[in-house]
C-alpha cells in the first residue's frame, strides 16, 4: 500500500521525513537510575494528563512501554512549546533557552533533577527515535519567534510539519511500523492534526499576535485581518471555514489508511487520536463556525463514546 504524493508541499514535506530518518544513527541507551527514571515518566504523565485530555486518553490505550514513552514524547513536546509561547522573555532569550533545551534533551545523560529531559532520553533512546525529528520539532516551534503569518497552504504545511507532523513520525517509533511506506501517512495525518488545532484556535492565536490561516484564502473569501480582529462570523467566514473543513476532512481520509501499516499494538491509538481531534471539526460546525467566543472541543463523556466505534474501525483496517 502506498500512498499517492499529489500536492507540491507533500512532496518538500516527505523529502524532510525521509531525510530526518536515513540520517539517523542509533545511540546507546540511557542508564539511570530505575526509581529516578520512574518518577521522571510519572511526571510526564501528570503533564500529560494536565494538557491534553485527547492525547491523555488516546495514549492509555497503548500497552505499558509504549504508553509511557509516549507520554515522555507529549511532556518533550509541551516544554518546547513553553519556551517560546509562556514565557514574557525577549525573542533572543527565549531562543537562547529553546537551544539550551535542544542540547539538554539531546544529551545521552541529563540531570537526574531535569526530569521530562531524563524521561525523553529514555524513551528516545529505548525506541530508537531519528533525532532529527526532534530537531525539526525543535526549529517549528522556533518559527513563532519570527513568522507571525502565512500567505499560502503550502506554507501553513510546512509549518504544521514542524510542530505536528514530527511528533507523529517520532511516535510512529514508539508504536513500530512497517517501513518507509508509512511515512506519508504519518506526515498528511500530522499536518490534518495541526490545521485543526488552527481552525479551533484562531481567536487565541490572535490575541498572542498570531495569524495562522493562510492569507491568500481569506483574501479569495473577501475576509481581512480587520474581520479577524472584530470576530465577525458572516457567510463569507462561513463559507471560509467550510472550505477548510473540508480539505482537513479529506487529509484525515487520506491519512487513515495508514494505520494499518503501524504495529497492531497501536492502531487503536493512533485511530482514537485522529478521530477525537477530528471530532473537533463537527464542534465547530455545531456552533456556526464561531470559533471567536468558545473554543471547540469534545468532552470526556463524548470521547469516551466514541471509542468502541473507533476500536471496531482501527481493527478492519
Known sequence: MTLQVQASWEAVLLDWARAAMEAHVPVEKSHAESHTLAAA????EAVTREHSKTFYVASALL????RRAARALYAFCRVTDNIIDKSDDAPDV???NLEAWRAL???HHPPADELVALAWTDARTRCNIPSGYADQLIDGVARDLEQKRYQTFDDLAAYSYGVASTVGLMAMHIIGFSGADALPYAVKLGVALQITNILRDVKEDWDA???YLP???LAVFGLSEADIDAGRVDARWRDFMRFQIARVRRLYDEAYPGIALLHPRGRFAIAAAADLYR???????AHDYDVFSRRAHVGTAGKIAMLPGIYYRSQRL
Open 105 to 107: 534533551t539531546t544529551s
Open 41 to 44: 515518566y510519572r511526571y510526564c
Open 215 to 217: 492569507l491568500e484564502e
Open 94 to 96: 527565549r531562543r537562547a
Open 63 to 66: 500497552p505499558y512501554a509504549q
Open 209 to 211: 499576535g498570531r495569524l
Open 279 to 285: 471530532a473537533i471539526l463537527c464542534d465547530i460546525e
